[in-house]
């Protein structure tokens, strides 16, 4: 049986869940994985109440892990530059590392990778994406035959549980307290609803599977607090439902990357994923779309997934592919892109109101599939829905200046329709 030694860095939910896991699941490990963790040391600037590590050694300053006789750090502490550090020392001093930090390898991903082939020393990051979900493995070496053409799916939990609960009636802010109060959102929410979570993972994949560089150049990203759940309704009568979206894509020789709330069909493989799953297609040469499934938020995921890279370190003979240097690929220009749209206006009930709007469509040479007007609310406001043809991002970011400059216009917000 393998035997592996292992330093954590952070002692928040993640390891902690970690640490439970690796003591309640020990006999499976050992069988299934033929391998033994021993867990010699924790980094941890504080203790935490709700796991008491009992005999284990605790450093308070979390670089003096890298003191210990340890097989491999892993490196649990989030942020990105105090996370680096610790990841560069460990690589400079040989030992592996697993991490399941997606913001410190967005960010400095290249750094690090090339760091660690100089060194001869493996970095390991599955759970960096969709945590336990088995992707990353996936890409680099499972499909290492194919070419991989386009990433899409649902990357947050945290996001797919909101949208969920919106789906079925609720309203935002419950929900996103709910996603808090069941540990799926952290305290301060900002990464999970306003997309950077998925934009960080979306990065990582397409470095992996197009060859874009870490840190990318800027992409669109949007996150999810500006839906309503009325977005929800009249999108059902449409057959379609609201998911956050994660792309990259090759596209005309440049990659197309973005992050960003949807409208799919209600049909979709996507679309029947609820809760904090979290769901990826990906398009193939060799094998077609391919679909992967599976928790994308919580402790039990995201430590199935550090344990899977330290059961692979242990059986790997030291033969594990790492991220090869590469050449920037330039991206696509968001602007330039073409999407139908979905916009929801609130407008006063006034006189050729409806007409004051539509020209602001044709303004922008703007084409309309549909148009409807909804049941009246208070105060003599009408609700509008109405799906446009394709359209330029630029021309759909003016035509939603233009409409939020009209007196009789009280609210408008837009939603992309992912056709495919």
């Known amino acids: 049986m393998k035997k592996l030694k292992i330093g954590i860095c952070g002692w928040g939910n993640v390891a902690t869940g970690l640490y439970k896991t690796l003591q309640e699941n020990r006999s ?133 549980f909101i949208l969920s609960n919106m789906e079925e009636g609720a309203d935002f802010k419950p929900t996103l307290e709910l996603a808090q109060k069941e540990g799926y959102a952290e305290p ?9 979570d998925a934009a960080h993972k979306i990065g990582i994949l397409s470095s992996l599977a197009l060859g874009t560089t870490l840190p990318p150049d800027n992409f669109y990203i949007e996150g999810i607090s500006k839906i309503n759940k009325v977005d929800f309704k009249y999108a059902k009568e449409m057959g379609y439902t609201v998911k956050h979206i994660a792309v990259a894509r090759l596209n005309d020789k440049k990659i197309e990357l973005r992050a960003h709330p949807a409208l799919i069909k209600i049909d979709s493989y996507l679309a029947s994923l609820k809760s904090v799953r979290n769901g990826i297609e990906l398009e193939t040469d060799l094998l077609g779309t391919l679909h992967i499934a599976g928790s994308g938020a919580g402790q039990e995921a995201t430590a199935s997934g550090v344990i899977s890279d330290l059961v692979y370190l242990a059986n790997s003979n030291n033969n594990i592919s790492q991220i090869e240097s590469k050449t920037k690929n330039e991206l696509f220009d968001f602007l330039n892109l073409n999407f139908q749209y979905y916009f929801y206006i609130e407008a006063k009930d006034v006189p050729e109101v409806m007409d004051l709007i539509i020209s602001k469509f044709t303004q922008k040479n703007i084409g309309i599939d549909s148009i409807a007007q909804k049941e009246n609310l208070k105060n003599s406001i009408i609700p509008i829905v109405i799906v446009t043809n394709f359209s330029t991002e630029k021309h759909h970011k003016d035509l939603l200046h233009l409409l939020k400059e009209l007196d009789c216009v009280n609210e408008v917000r837009s939603i992309r329709i992912e056709l495919d």
């Open 28 to 160: 499976q490990i050992e069988s299934n994985g033929n391998t033994q963790i021993e867990i010699i040391v924790i980094g941890a600037r504080r203790d935490n109440p709700k796991c008491d590590p009992k005999n284990i050694t605790i450093e308070r300053d979390i670089f003096d892990v890298l003191n210990h006789d340890i097989d491999v750090l892993v490196e649990l502490i989030g942020g990105v530059e105090v996370a680096r550090e610790l990841i560069l020392k460990s690589i400079k001093k040989g030992i592996n590392v697993v991490t399941a930090n997606k913001a410190v390898l967005f960010h400095h991903g290249d750094e690090i990778f090339k760091k660690a082939n100089s060194n001869n020393v493996k970095i390991l990051f599955e759970s960096s994406v969709c945590a336990g979900t088995p992707i990353i493995k996936l890409l680099t070496e499972e499909l290492s035959a194919n070419k991989v053409t386009k990433i899409a799916g649902m990357l947050n939990g945290t996001s797919n």
């Open 188 to 196: 301060d929410p900002t990464f999970d609803i306003e997309g950077l």
